[in-house]
């Protein structure tokens, strides 16, 4: 494959461009999701969507997309709706509620997608493409209906940007205000299902729900602002649709949900690691840069406490004797030496004057911190 | 019944109960999705083992499998401890990574492997039968059938040998950890019993699936019962009916069996979660909707003993002083009456000997606030409750 190809071939162009309007609107989505501790819902709702689907075929017998995603969207809002019931009535905890409705709507979608296989009619069904999906079947016309709820739900999310934020970080207050959180609630939760129904077809159930977390959870690294999140989140989603369909074209027998679920990941690791601020790497870093800074002031004030006992300050001393104490290495005298801290001639070491005034006023400032 | 069919039945039934006996406690340690991560991540596990053994039922492939589970609730523990995204979010993330590279690794080799991946997805119980071990010349029955009674009679060992370890640090993990039973051995041990379990039930009823086994017989039980033992009777026994109705259904309806035996676990929830006796929807809604009234009478009654003047005691006043509706005031009239807390002449309403008795006693206990005194006292003096 070649790289003009993007531009010339209208099948891999439109799928393209699906999928990265779709990793846009899920990144968008699911910055709340993950925000709101609600990163699992994605996961109930994607598998809770698939008896919608066959029963939308059952019912009308005809193959056509559209209703399927409104029976999908039926269903995933039905199984939403009911695992906040379950969290709110009974005993049985989110986590239960979420595995439960989760597995036991896809039982039920995968009974009727057996049962259908059985009718008459089935083979023009195609149904199995929900599971994996197939990025492969999007027409003009899907990515055209994807942009549609796109542009609608950045409407209403910019309508309604001051009560959802407050709704994200502090659903108490947002209530005392006078806000009706119920329906804020239910807005951005019916949200995220029509999301996640869009990207059936697309990603399939079962990893539609890395779809929604993953570029949200990359952004969340860069920033601890939710707008820059949000816009963050839309962009890596949108690079993850467009690499992982540019990767699984460019081979055969690759699937194009899985390759974009990995792309996704990648970002995800890329984040963990390289963020500056909260990243392992920078965050280890940092760590160790205390350390010897800690290292480098326990080994002056130990001298400092040697050379008070003397007239002259700079009155040169043994190294043998900071062998007792552990925050002294070769390196340590090095780097003291090169900040002008202390003179190393041979096998003896003195505080020069810029060094003991340095260890003084790191005594006096732990002295007053003290008290 | 075919010896076929009698042999699928014990397949699913055995299934649903080494599912369940893990299944109780990841329910009860509020770590129910961690089964979900697993079933779908030890699809690496099998697909690398697959390559390896050439074998679906080779132990070693199973091992394997079980350490990718035990490596994906490590990985999911250590993102989490780095604090970088919330706790769930970590689960999000790995499962779909690792299930991803499952299924591309399956897609890549499609032509050399007898994987496929709705049988990833849906389990292929209705073949079993027809895969039996040969040990020398002789027939000793679906391979199957002995992988997963294998781990059957592990779960169960395990579960009478370490019930009371596992009880404790299920419901008090400090105490359990004064006591010296290190929460860390147990959490990985009972990792390590889940993920042998869900490989074992995978190749049975596939990845999602499991989930269903492991999840819905607990929460059921949960449900129903307080006791630990009864709950794990109770998810046996669910599953195994589940198992058996569901392979029916299946029949009749010429459909997946993991598909309906999830359906039939789904049917039996739904009636719980209606009709249970104590959580069930229904009760919460009648018990709710008694103590309403129940603590609106008590309003009711204080008002009375507080008002002595005959303006204040009148049947329409206390409808317009206290504000209620007029079906609420006649519903909490007529609990009093039928209690004989009140009597009405005149359309007065004087409290009765035993109504004022009533009154002075939860006063008394309203203003001490002793603990579940209120309904002992409901009990003593009511006929009929609201």
Redesign the interface.
């Known amino acids: 494959m070649e790289l003009t190809d993007f531009f010339t071939n209208y099948t891999l162009r439109t799928i393209t461009l699906g999928t990265a309007v779709l990793g846009a609107i899920c990144g968008m989505l699911g910055s709340f999701a993950?925000l709101r501790?609600?990163?699992?819902l994605?996961?109930a709702i994607s598998?809770a969507s698939l008896p919608g689907i066959a029963i939308a075929f059952i019912i009308t017998g005809v193959k056509n997309e559209h209703l399927f995603l409104v029976g999908a969207l039926i269903s995933g809002l039905i199984g939403t709706f009911w695992i906040k019931?379950?969290v709110k009535?009974?005993?049985?905890?989110n986590?239960?509620a979420?595995?439960?409705i989760?597995?036991?709507?896809?039982?039920?979608?995968?009974?009727?997608?057996?049962?259908i296989q059985?009718m008459p009619n089935a083979n023009q069904a195609g149904l199995?493409k929900y599971?994996?999906g197939q990025a492969a079947t999007l027409v003009e016309e899907d990515v055209w209906v994807m942009a549609a709820v796109t542009g609608v739900s950045l409407i209403v999310l910019l309508l309604f940007w001051k009560e959802l934020k407050l709704l994200l970080f502090d659903p108490d207050y947002t209530k005392t205000l006078g806000f009706n959180t119920r329906f804020l609630d239910i807005l951005i939760t019916s949200f995220i299902v029509v999301a996640i129904v869009l990207g059936l077809q697309t990603v399939g159930v079962?990893?539609m729900?890395?779809m929604l977390?993953?570029p949200a959870?990359a952004a969340?690294?860069w920033t601890n602002n939710l707008g820059v999140m949000i816009v963050l989140a839309s962009i890596f989603g949108a690079f993850s649709g467009v690499f992982g369909t540019a990767i699984s074209a460019s081979q055969d027998?690759?699937?194009t949900?899985?390759?974009i679920?990995?792309v996704a990941?990648a970002f995800?690791l890329l984040s963990?690691i390289f963020s500056p601020r909260?990243g392992?790497l920078f965050r280890e870093l940092r760590f160790r840069k205390n350390r010897r800074e800690l290292h480098l002031k326990k080994t002056l004030t130990f001298m400092y406490r040697i050379a008070k006992e003397h007239d002259n300050i700079s009155h040169p001393h043994a190294i043998r004797i900071l062998n007792n104490f552990q925050g002294f290495t070769r390196k340590t005298l090095t780097k003291l030496e090169e900040q002008h801290l202390i003179r190393v001639e041979g096998n003896q070491w003195a505080l020069t004057e810029k060094g003991f005034q340095e260890a003084e006023s790191m005594y006096v400032k732990m002295g007053t911190d003290h008290d | 019944m075919t010896n076929a069919q009698l042999e699928i039945q014990l397949i699913a039934a055995l299934v649903a109960v080494a599912c369940a006996i893990p299944g109780v406690f990841l329910v009860l340690r509020k770590m129910a999705m961690i089964s979900d991560a697993i079933s779908h991540s030890i699809l690496v596990g099998i697909v690398v083992g697959f390559f390896i053994t050439q074998d679906l039922n080779s132990p070693l492939l199973i091992l394997l499998a079980a350490v990718t589970g035990v490596v994906t609730v490590i990985l999911v523990e250590f993102i989490q401890k780095t604090g970088l995204v919330k706790e769930d979010t970590a689960i999000g993330l790995v499962f779909p990574a690792l299930f991803s590279i499952g299924v591309i690794l399956i897609a890549k080799h499609a032509n050399d492997v007898h994987l496929d991946i709705d049988a990833v997805l849906l389990g292929e119980l209705a073949f079993a039968p027809f895969d039996h071990l040969i040990v020398g010349d002789t027939d000793i029955g679906p391979k199957s059938l002995w992988v997963i009674g294998t781990i059957l009679v592990i779960n169960l060992t395990l579960l009478i040998l370490f019930f009371k370890e596992l009880k404790l640090s299920t419901f008090d993990k400090g105490l359990a950890a004064t006591l010296g039973f290190s929460p860390l051995l147990l959490h990985y041990g009972l990792m390590t019993v889940s993920s042998v379990t869900i490989v074992g039930a995978f190749d049975a009823v596939g990845a999602v699936l499991v989930v269903a086994l492991i999840i819905a017989p607990p929460a059921t039980a949960y449900l129903l019962t307080d006791d630990l033992k009864k709950m794990l009777l109770l998810s046996c026994f669910f599953g195994i009916f589940a198992a058996i109705s569901g392979y029916w259904v299946a029949n009749a309806l010429d459909a997946s069996i993991a598909g309906s035996m999830t359906t039939m676990l789904g049917v039996v929830f739904l009636l719980v979660y209606l009709f249970a006796p104590k959580q069930g929807v229904f009760s919460v809604f009648y018990k709710e909707r008694q103590q309403r009234i129940e603590v609106s009478l008590l309003v009711f009654l204080l008002h009375l003993q507080n008002h002595q003047e005959k303006e204040e005691r009148h049947v329409n006043h206390l409808q317009e002083h206290i504000n209620w509706e007029k079906v609420k005031a006649k519903t909490v009239l007529e609990l009093a009456t039928k209690n004989n807390l009140i009597h009405i002449s005149e359309n007065i309403v004087s409290l009765t000997e035993k109504g004022q008795e009533f009154t002075d006693e939860a006063l008394k206990y309203i203003t001490t606030n002793k603990e579940t005194a209120i309904e002992e006292l409901k009990d003593r003096f009511f006929l009929f409750r609201g």
């Open positions: 993950v501790k609600q990163s699992l994605g996961d598998h019931s379950i009535r009974t005993r049985l905890k986590d239960t979420l595995g439960l989760l597995s036991l709507f896809f039982g039920l979608g995968m009974l009727l997608l057996t049962f059985k199995d599971l994996f079962v990893l729900s890395a977390l993953a959870a969340r690294q027998n690759l699937s949900g899985p390759v679920v990995l990941a995800v963990f909260r392992l």
